[in-house]
């Protein structure tokens, strides 16, 4: 399970944003055909997207 946000920030002229892969850190197989592969780690991305 994934979330994503994103905020703008109007009189600075920005976006601020924050995305959460794996969101309870499950543990699963995503792929058989070359062998037992795990799925992403849990992850967190925030930051700053500034418009000129």
Not at 10 to 17: I, Q, R, S, Y
Not at 26 to 52: K, M, S, W
């Amino acid at each position: 399970m994934a979330l994503a946000t994103t905020y703008r920030v109007k009189p600075l002229n920005m976006d601020v944003f924050a995305a959460v892969k794996n969101l309870f850190d499950n543990e699963y197989i995503a792929d058989r055909t070359r062998g037992i592969v795990p799925g992403t780690p849990q992850l967190v991305q925030a930051g700053l997207r500034i418009y000129f």
